[in-house]
């Protein structure tokens, strides 16, 4: 049944996702808009595309820690509350109210949530990411393969709770990287490193 402390969690964690870090830090350092820059997204990748390193370095570690901290706070009153935070935050990234629900992918959201709920099933994710990355260079597969192994790499470490919310995340994160399955299939998805606006966010 659901209770007052999990809609406030839900309504917390949601709000804390749904901060723009991308869009605000862009336009603090003097970059304009980030959405009409590159692929548009509001994510790291995108803000690396400015040439602004430094900016895209913060903006990956805020949109980790704002999946990150919304769980560790929830967890501490219990476990059902931070799966709410993880999954409530990671929605929030992805369809923020203050930008008429055009987020980002959540990717880095997303690794924030899994990290803080259970670190080994936040480790084996990002092993399995970069294992990808390394191999094929295309950031939007590794991101996917991430996503689609994360249940299965939770269901063995964490339990089958923690297991539920990798799936939710997952059907979120892969459903979000529509377009760069599209352009997978078609042979058009850009690399790491390459100058192109279709890489992932």
């Not at 839900?10 to 605000?24: T, W």
């Not at 994510?43 to 999946?67: E, S």
């Not at 393969?145 to 990798?166: D, K, T």
Request: proline letters at 2%; charged letters at 10%; hydrophobic letters at 55%.
């Amino acid at each position: 049944m659901v209770g007052s402390a999990h809609l406030l969690t839900a309504v917390l964690a949601y709000l804390a996702g749904s901060i723009p870090f991308g869009l605000l830090l862009s336009r603090m350092a003097g970059l304009g808009d980030i959405r009409s820059i590159g692929s548009g997204n509001l994510g790291a990748t995108n803000v690396l595309r400015t040439g602004r390193k430094g900016v895209a370095a913060a903006t990956l570690l805020l949109d980790i820690a704002k999946g990150a901290v919304p769980v560790l706070i929830a967890h501490q009153f219990s476990l059902d509350l931070a799966i709410i935070a993880g999954l409530t935050a990671v929605i929030g990234h992805n369809f923020p109210l203050w930008l008429k629900f055009r987020g980002g992918k959540g990717v880095a959201t997303s690794f924030g949530a899994l990290v803080a709920v259970s670190w080994p099933l936040g480790i084996g994710c990002l092993g399995v990411w970069l294992a990808v990355a390394v191999v094929t260079r295309y950031s939007s597969l590794a991101a996917i393969l991430a996503f689609a192994s994360s249940p299965f790499i939770a269901w063995w470490l964490s339990g089958e709770q923690i297991a539920v919310l990798a799936a939710l995340l997952a059907v979120l994160g892969i459903a979000r990287h529509h377009e760069n399955i599209r352009r997978l299939l078609t042979g058009r998805e850009s690399k790491i490193g390459e100058k192109s606006v279709t890489e992932a966010e």
